[in-house]
């Protein structure tokens, strides 16, 4: 995705393995998205935003709030968006459709082709309403503290999401309120709200109505890491924030960071970053 008017304090840009992704604050912005890429554009605004896509006759200039558009790959397009709220952009280095096929037809059933997807204009999805706005507010509050796998774990989810809508397109396949990204979407949530909460894998099942057994592995396929491993990343990352931008006392900082006492989250920060929360702290300074 190139962006030509772009600046850095526009929001956050993160390039990763295969996919772009872009938060971004209210304003006005120019994109230009390639040929080869698809684009996904989450907007987050509570009140209707001005868009514009050149070449687009189903584009239109009114952009809902909590809708998205999807265009596939196939045509450069240029888009010009005015907003009142932060939005997410998202550009794929390859088609997702090709790595997107419905499960082999049972013998009663009639085997549905695939074709190209067509482009979304201003759709309504709340699941990926609820992953954009998780990625924003965890960028906005932890800043550059979200980590290279935190990011590609959005971006699965944002590919899994979309996986489903495409797949509604072409076959038929109708993505439910309880989907697999909604649920995960539940249980990122809960997390974020309650991590000075014992979070065992048994309750984050429950939040995600699911058996623990199959959280474990949907959350590890949809995320890249176990569940156990995200509350810690997330415990840390909230931790390192306190660190650098308060003077509290470590004790505090591993309560409210969910760590079970200052030297368990000595441990943790040694063993996973290689580094003790006083040296990160002073580091800050």
């Known amino acids: 995705m190139i962006e030509p008017d772009a600046h850095r304090?526009?929001?956050?840009?993160?390039?990763?393995?295969?996919?772009?992704?872009?938060a971004r604050r209210p304003g006005a912005h120019r994109m230009r998205v390639p040929?080869?890429?698809?684009?996904?554009?989450v907007h987050l605004g509570k009140s209707t935003a001005s868009y514009a896509i050149s070449g687009s006759e189903m584009g239109g200039e009114i952009a809902p709030p909590s809708t998205?558009?999807?265009?596939?790959?196939?045509?450069?397009?240029e888009i010009l968006a005015t907003r009142s709220g932060w939005s997410v952009q998202m550009t794929f280095a390859t088609a997702i459709l090709a790595q997107s096929r419905p499960r082999p037809a049972l013998p009663s059933e009639?085997?549905?082709?695939l074709s190209k997807p067509k482009a979304t204009y201003h759709a309504e999805d709340p699941a990926l309403v609820g992953i954009a706005q998780t990625l924003v507010n965890s960028w906005t509050n932890g800043m550059t503290l979200l980590s290279e796998r935190q990011l590609d774990a959005f971006a699965s989810l944002f590919?899994?999401?979309?996986?489903?809508?495409?797949?509604?397109?072409?076959?038929?396949f109708q993505p439910q309120a309880n989907a697999t990204a909604t649920r995960i979407q539940d249980v990122l949530d809960y997390v974020e709200c309650n991590l000075a909460d014992p979070?065992?894998?048994?309750?984050?099942?429950?939040?995600?109505?699911?058996?623990?057994?199959?959280?474990?592995?949907?959350?590890?396929?949809?995320?890249?890491?176990?569940?156990?491993?995200?509350?810690?990343?997330?415990?840390?990352?909230?931790?390192?924030?306190?660190?650098?931008?308060?003077?509290?006392?470590?004790?505090?900082?591993?309560?409210?960071?969910?760590?079970s006492s200052q030297s368990h989250m000595t441990d943790t920060f040694k063993k996973i970053l290689d580094v003790t929360p006083g040296v990160v702290r002073k580091n800050s300074n």
Request: hydrophobic letters at 40%.
């Open 9 to 22: 304090e526009d929001g956050f840009h993160h390039v990763g393995d295969g996919y772009r992704l872009v």
């Open 35 to 41: 040929k080869d890429d698809d684009f996904l554009d």
């Open 68 to 77: 998205f558009v999807f265009l596939p790959a196939g045509n450069e397009q």
């Open 110 to 113: 009639k085997v549905i082709g």
């Open 159 to 172: 590919r899994l999401r979309v996986k489903y809508l495409l797949l509604s397109q072409v076959s038929g």
């Open 199 to 259: 979070l065992p894998l048994d309750k984050l099942a429950e939040i995600a109505n699911l058996s623990t057994y199959h959280f474990a592995r949907v959350f590890r396929t949809a995320m890249g890491r176990s569940p156990h491993q995200y509350v810690v990343e997330r415990r840390l990352a909230v931790a390192k924030r306190r660190l650098s931008q308060s003077d509290e006392p470590l004790a505090a900082i591993a309560h409210v960071s969910g760590f």
